[in-house]
Structures are given as C-alpha cells and as structure tokens.
C-alpha cells in the first residue's frame, strides 16, 4: 500500500434552479452548467462518490480509498461505526434565489424510510449579499395545528425567522428544524452523509418545463421538531493560530482556524481532519507532500497522519472531523 498523505479531491457540481455563477466567479469552479448551486467537495453518497486528484492515489475513488486503508483513513473508531461509508458530506453552496423551505429526518426516521443516515449540519456563511437572509426555525411557540394552517393558506413565511447574515455567522442545524439559504448567500455546509431533504415550500416557483418541484408534506409534518429552542446560532472565539471550537456533536466537531504564520500541528484524534478554505491560501505538509487549499478548495488529512504543518500568511480554515 502506498503511504497516506494529505488528498484533494475533485468537486462534483451540481446544477440547481436556486444557484448562481458565483461558485465560478468567486470560487474558480470551473463548469458549463447554468446554474451552479453546490460543489460537493468530499462525498461519499451513492452516486455522487468523490475522486483524488493529487498525488499517487490520483483517480481512485473514497469508496476505494475506505476499502483499501480502513482506519488508517478515518479513524479506527469511526471504521469500526461505518465501515466502509465516509461520514461527512462536505460542501460551498451559492444561493441566487433562496432554497426551499425544508427540513430533515432524524436518524431513526431516515434509517426506517429510507436506509439512510438522518441529516444534522452546520453553516458558515462565507460571503453575503448585503440585506441577505437565512431562514431558520420559527419565530414564535408552533404547533403543528397552527403549522398546517400556514402551509395551507401560503402564508407560511409569516411564521418563519429570518436572520439578516453576515460573512462568519455560524449556524447549527438539527434534525427536524425547519430552515432555508436565502438569496445572495454562499455558505460552507458539513453534514452527515445524507441526501434526505423534505421540501414544505417552494415559493410556487416552476422550472423551464413550467413543472414545481415535489414536496414531501405528508412525510415532514412528524418529521418537524416544534419545541425547538432557538439555539441555532454558533458563538466562536477568533483567536489566531490555533483552533476555536464552533460545533461539536454527535456527528462532527469543527472548528475556526486563521492562520498567520507557520503552524507545527498534531492530530490528536482518532479520526481524519478535513480543511476547508474559506479566505486565502495555505500551504498543508506532511509525509514529505505539501499540498495548497486556495479559497473554495477542501483537503483531507488521513487519520494516520498525526503530525502535519500548515504554513499561511492569512488564510481561514474551517477543521472538521468525527
């Protein structure tokens, strides 16, 4: 087996009736779709499996990569809990029109539905129209008798909070919690491995062919947890050099790293670590291989790598692992 070093992987972009251009423009993806709502960094959804495009594993798939290197990739307690599924999903999303009104199962209702992991994620808001909004949970005590009347009147948004964001608000999205990106705003998205998302509303809007998206109602109404506090918003320290904790959950911890000069790191986990790089550029190196993440751009650090270094003279990093 050839050894283990930091692994860049293509994106996978995906065309959205929501999306935009900005994924190209501010991002450098580079594509011909019209609309390019997300570029799925690292996935492992059937599917949607994400390839290596560095270095000697080049071309080989993270569905290979799993099978071939086990816990040396993800962590031995992490293999021993997934096997040979990746965890995560990891992505940019640039939101030109606002998203659908939805939510998604827990863990328990996605298994029994549809053999899937259930969708807990968190939001980090990057860059931000000015006016731009976020829809998160609602904004006074629901219940599903008052929640049906809404959605059966239209009148639904006069439920929902609308948060005015700005670059580096961090939001967290449990199960069950009703929510949507608005216009004009891009965010870096961490999941669970999941594609499960229950659309309630879609603001009567029709594709090219003059059809509206589905909506799933009937599966959302005991999917919605309406005695939710409202403790999504992330409060983060922003010391530099060194990682401030923003999430932790069941399913990952992340954290806000700037870095400003040359950083000696250890992985003191029993997991991968993934970078995303969400301002400027830096430099990642270890086993001898020295990769750089430019804005828009996601490494993965195998889990059997332990010491590392990241060298920038300003760049943001979200770390992420489980």
Not at 167 to 194: L, W
Request: net charge negative; charged share 30%; with cysteine.
């Amino acid at each position: 087996m050839s050894q283990l070093y930091p692994l860049k992987f293509n994106p996978i972009l995906k065309d959205k009736i929501w999306g935009g251009q900005k994924l190209k423009t501010v991002l450098n993806k580079t594509s011909n779709l019209p609309n390019i709502g997300e570029s799925w960094e690292i996935s492992d959804v059937e599917g949607d499996t994400s390839i290596v495009s560095n270095g000697s594993l080049k071309g080989q798939s993270l569905k290979e990569l799993l099978e071939t290197y086990k816990g040396d990739l993800i962590g031995d307690k992490n293999y021993k809990v997934f096997q040979n599924k990746f965890p995560l999903l990891i992505k940019f999303i640039d939101a030109k029109e606002d998203l659908s009104i939805q939510l998604h199962p827990n863990d328990e209702l996605a298994a029994k539905r549809h053999n899937s992991f259930g969708k807990t994620e968190m939001w980090y808001v990057f860059q931000a129209d000015e006016d731009s909004n976020l829809i998160v949970g609602f904004n006074q005590e629901m219940t599903p008798e008052k929640y049906l009347e809404h959605l059966e009147n239209k009148t639904l948004t006069k439920i929902l909070n609308f948060d005015k964001v700005q670059t580096g608000d961090t939001y967290f999205i449990e199960v069950g919690r009703v929510h949507a990106i608005g216009a004009g705003v891009m965010v870096a998205e961490i999941q669970q491995t999941s594609d499960i998302t229950y659309r309630v509303y879609d603001w009567d809007r029709v594709d090219d062919q003059g059809n509206e998206r589905e909506l799933h109602n009937d599966l959302a109404i005991d999917a919605i947890d309406f005695d939710m506090p409202d403790n999504f918003r992330v409060t983060y320290d922003k010391t530099e050099n060194i990682s401030n904790e923003m999430v932790s959950c069941p399913y990952f911890t992340t954290s806000y790293l700037k870095v400003t000069e040359s950083l000696k790191k250890e992985n003191k986990e029993d997991s991968f670590l993934i970078y995303m790089c969400v301002e400027g550029d830096a430099e990642i190196s270890a086993n001898g291989v020295s990769e750089t993440i430019k804005k828009g751009e996601t490494l993965l650090l195998p889990a059997a790598i332990k010491n590392f270094e990241i060298h920038a003279k300003d760049a943001t990093l979200l770390e992420v692992y489980v």
